[in-house]
């Protein structure tokens, strides 16, 4: 293989710019992830790369699979990412899906999560094809759809379900994001070796309706807000799973991450360890949806509560749901249903294998400091780490990861982090060679 700076010649940062701004463009909310799709099937073909193919679980919800192979037979690694992007939301200072550049960055939902890192995949797949793939073993990439909602009839789950040979032979696997963080006053390369997991719950409360002159103790709105009320936000629990995980992180002191009372000698100034080191020694549980009335003079029959709670590896959907149980039975006897949404599994990777070396080594090769890091928030890699592939987030920027802006308003990436986070790339497959 070429060296990066030789194959830079090959990549213009624009053309990658644009292909950024065309797909904020698509506001695939749940939706239209085809679209994204085809503007990236119309540049393979622009580019020659035949080897795709757009599998849809109905119809405009399609998850594209690229395939680039080498000159033989060598480590074969999938990149995973997603076309799917949450609401915008409000308190945006420009439109939402406009792709605009301000300041040297592009600015929209899915900015960066995650259509910048499926920019770069694609042009990934680009750049090794200019060069003539010249490099071993097989690069598939997966843009899936549904990341967000994790619906299992959709996305990565609708693939291991019904095309589960896109999964086989697989090596290892990169997901989404990573990027450079500061903790503690470090700054280093951030490599996500495991995550949290999701659950939510739909809490559907039942009682008679009536006019809202006959007040009285049933009242569902009264119950309901109880019960938001004495159901725990937060709850203290120590990890031995993911301590052990991040002993190169953080050394003897992931034992004060862990400890209720020596955690606070960590927590003074730096706002993102705060918010890290509290989900990291804590389940959280918040309430996120609520519905009940359609009148404003009538007491509702049934009101609506979706719960979603971030658990680690120790425990699963039923645990929750017990917890939910058990607060609920102390305010109500009244009819109620518990329901599970949606559940993704705390997962982690180990870093005792080749593509994790290889991706430290890649990272010092670059200058940064690597820092294996435990996600707090949920992703795709969970289902593929369940098939026993190791996945590794690991996405090289130079500019610290925004991540108020995820999720949120103003969300945007600088521009020359795509060339940055390709050269990751790029470095890392020649390192495995």
Not at 139 to 162: C, F, M, S, T, W
Not at 291 to 307: C, F, K, L, T, Y
Not at 318 to 335: D, M
Not at 347 to 352: E, F, H, P, R, Y
């Amino acid at each position: 293989m070429l060296s990066w700076n030789e194959a830079r010649e090959y990549i213009e940062l624009e053309e990658m710019c644009e292909l950024l701004r065309k797909i904020i463009r698509i506001p695939s909310i749940g939706s239209r992830e085809s679209e994204v799709a085809y503007e990236i099937i119309d540049l393979l073909e622009e580019e020659g790369i035949k080897e795709y193919k757009l599998l849809e679980s109905e119809e405009g919800r399609g998850n594209l699979i690229i395939d680039v192979k080498g000159r033989s037979e060598g480590f074969n690694l999938l990149f995973i990412g997603h076309s799917d992007v949450v609401p915008p939301g409000e308190g945006w200072s420009i439109n939402p899906f406009s792709g605009e550049e301000r300041d040297g960055y592009i600015y929209g939902r899915g900015a960066i999560d995650d259509k910048s890192q499926i920019v770069v995949y694609t042009y990934l797949a680009v750049l090794l094809n200019r060069l003539g793939r010249d490099f071993r073993g097989r690069i598939r990439i997966l843009i899936a759809a549904d990341e967000e909602l994790q619906n299992p009839n959709h996305g990565v789950r609708y693939l291991i379900k019904e095309h589960p040979y896109i999964f086989k032979g697989i090596h290892g696997a990169i997901g989404e994001l990573g990027g450079l963080v500061s903790i503690g006053g470090r700054k280093a390369q951030a490599i996500i070796i495991g995550e949290k997991g999701s659950v939510s719950h739909k809490v559907v409360l039942k009682g008679k309706g009536r006019h809202s002159s006959l007040v009285g103790e049933d009242d569902l709105i009264k119950i309901g807000s109880e019960f938001l009320l004495r159901l725990p936000r937060k709850i203290y629990f120590v990890s031995e799973t993911f301590k052990n995980a991040l002993k190169d992180a953080f050394g003897w002191k992931r034992h004060l991450i862990f400890n209720r009372l020596l955690s606070k000698h960590l927590m003074n100034n730096d706002p993102i360890l705060n918010m890290y080191i509290q989900a990291l020694s804590h389940i959280t549980i918040a309430s996120t949806i609520v519905r009940a009335g359609e009148a404003h003079n009538v007491i509702p029959d049934r009101m609506e509560i979706i719960i979603n709670a971030r658990i680690f590896p120790e425990q699963n959907e039923s645990w929750v749901r017990r917890l939910i149980e058990k607060t609920l039975s102390r305010i109500t006897k009244n009819n109620y249903d518990i329901l599970l949404q949606t559940y993704v599994p705390a997962t982690l990777s180990t870093t005792d294998n080749l593509l994790y070396k290889k991706i430290v080594e890649t990272i010092r090769e670059m200058n940064y400091t690597p820092l294996p890091l435990i996600q707090v928030g949920s992703s795709d890699s969970a289902w593929v780490r369940s098939l026993g592939i190791p996945v590794y987030h690991f996405f090289t920027t130079t500019k610290e990861l925004e991540i108020d802006k995820i999720h949120g308003a103003d969300e945007r990436i600088w521009k020359k982090d795509l060339l940055k986070a390709l050269e990751g790339y790029y470095r890392l497959i020649a390192n495995i060679q």
